[in-house]
């Protein structure tokens, strides 16, 4: 099966292994897919702060024209 994701290793602590390993199983995950799930939430939240942002941005240099 071919797939276009990269792969790499990953080091993290033993608690937060145990941890993401116990959220994943709660979800029905694999260890790595419960990882990738975490991460794209985040970057979602992110790009959506970084908008709004932008958007504060542009909203506060037309009102001071």
Known sequence: MTTN???FTLRL???NFEKIKYIADKNKRSIAKQIEYV??????EFEE???KEEKDKKGDSITQE
């Open 5 to 7: 994701k990269k792969a």
């Open 13 to 15: 602590k033993p608690e």
């Open 39 to 44: 991460l794209e939430q985040h970057i979602e």
């Open 49 to 51: 702060k970084e908008e």
